[in-house]
């Protein structure tokens, strides 16, 4: 059986994987519909509804997030409804109260015709997420589930909920990894390396020390990030002088190893 479904966006076809997101179909073929909180690596949970779809045929009609509907045969939707256009509108205009300052939100705002807002903007004092976060909760998923580190999670409630480590206080188990940066959208998260030391600004100033490369003498990547990537990766037979080396470097000694293989002196590189 084919998992290659024929499925249907402003009744265009387009051809899909069969139980994929309906978003991915749209992202591939350029079909704009807009989102915050959806990454391919996490299951999709429709936090921000920016994504919404209207279902003409092949699942439940109405409304619903094209993030959590699954691909079907026949499966039909609308994307640009009157309905779905008032809803993006008012969607905006609470992400722009939410987040005033990010450039992000201001610009996809625009392009669907909202430059303000009639709630009440979120200006606060010293947020660590400089007026920019929208509460998508990517960055803490990334953190729990990919990462399996809990470093940060939502805090309080309603009005008053944040992002941060647990009490705002500085972290003993951040991997310093920067996946969490990766994945905002929009663009909220402050990290800073200076010298020796990875400062994760947004989290409570944590501080995770990077390890510094034998050869070249560069501070290259996080000390705990290294110590699980080599205990995740580890096989057989490897060879330890790339355990300390940046990655730069690492190319670099792989090549002339690999050639010293080919000339059949591979000896030499063991000294």
Not at 19 to 24: A, H, I, M, S, V
Request: proline share 3%; glycine share 4%; with cysteine.
């Amino acid at each position: 059986m084919s998992d290659k479904v024929n499925v249907y966006i402003n009744s265009k076809r387009y051809q899909a994987i069969k139980g994929e997101p309906l978003l991915n179909v749209a992202r591939r073929n350029r079909v704009d519909i807009p989102a915050l909180c959806y990454e391919e690596s996490l299951k999709p949970y429709g936090a921000c509804r920016l994504c919404l779809v209207d279902v003409k045929e092949g699942a439940k009609k109405g409304l619903t997030t094209s993030c959590t509907l699954a691909c079907s045969e026949g499966l039909s939707v609308v994307t640009d409804t009157d309905e779905i256009k008032k809803h993006r509108k008012v969607l905006f205009e609470l992400y722009l109260s939410q987040a005033p300052s990010s450039e992000k939100i201001k610009d996809m705002a625009a392009r669907y015709g909202v430059f303000a807002t009639r709630f009440e903007l979120k200006h606060q004092e010293n947020d660590k997420l400089n007026s920019k976060c929208v509460l998508c909760g990517l960055c803490v998923r990334t953190c729990n589930e990919i990462m399996a580190a809990g470093v940060i999670n939502f805090i309080g409630r309603g009005h008053n909920t944040k992002i941060n480590t647990p009490y705002f206080e500085s972290s003993d188990v951040c991997l310093g990894c920067r996946a969490c940066l990766e994945v905002c959208p929009t663009k909220a998260i402050t990290i800073e390396d200076r010298s020796n030391i990875r400062i994760m600004a947004s989290w409570s100033n944590t501080e995770v020390e990077l390890k510094k490369c034998a050869v070249c003498g560069k501070y290259y990547a996080p000390e705990r990030l290294d110590e699980k990537v080599d205990s995740l990766f580890y096989y057989k037979d490897k060879d330890e002088k790339l355990k300390d080396m940046c990655p730069e470097c690492r190319k670099k000694y792989a090549a002339k190893k690999h050639t010293l293989i080919v000339k059949g002196e591979a000896e030499k590189y063991a000294k």
